[in-house]
């Protein structure tokens, strides 16, 4: 009788540690889980924001290009620039219209229609910037028109502009 006491505490015991082996490794598989679903956010989030950055490059260089062909169909000498972003939409100085941009870029880094401006005395539009204080991931291995980005601890250093050496003052403007 003793035998069989013996056996069938066994067989009461023997679900009882399993499930608790069970429950060990279920919370391992779960810690193990976090820890990769974590760094799988980790490096979406890099992706994400280097695809702003090159973004922000391409509107930047649609900006520089823009204020660039608007001082270039001046019909002054010294090249007359845009006052405000709206002049890049629609340019009424010529019986044509003349376009430059199709639309006011959006800031893909601060998701705002609101750009920093570089102004000049007297209050033409030099170059744009982004208004973000965020650090930028890229820092080296811009094209020969951005070359003055390197190194720049933020992206509202990133001024894209079109400016002749012969424009003297300029000052940045935040809106």
């Known amino acids: 009788m003793d035998k069989n006491c013996a056996s069938r505490k066994k067989r009461l015991q023997t679900p009882f540690t399993a499930a608790g082996f069970t429950y060990i490794a279920l919370l391992i598989v779960i810690a193990v889980i976090g820890v990769v679903l974590a760094s799988t956010g980790e490096v979406w989030y890099m992706a994400a924001k280097r695809e702003k950055e090159r973004e922000l490059l391409f509107v930047g260089d649609q900006f520089r290009r823009a204020i ?83 190194d720049k601890q933020k992206y509202a250093d990133w001024v894209f502009m079109s400016l002749p050496a012969r424009h003297g003052a300029m000052q940045p403007i935040k809106p």
Do not use: C
């Open 68 to 150: 660039k062909q608007y001082a270039m169909h001046s019909q002054s000498a010294s090249g007359r620039y845009p006052m405000s972003l709206e002049d890049l939409l629609k340019d009424e100085r010529y019986p044509n219209t003349q376009r430059y941009l199709r639309k006011i870029y959006i800031d893909p880094i601060t998701g705002s229609s609101q750009w920093g401006l570089l102004k000049g005395l007297n209050g033409e539009i030099f170059g744009v910037y982004s208004l973000s204080e965020d650090e930028p991931v890229k820092k080296r291995n811009f094209s020969f028109a951005d070359a003055s980005f390197e």
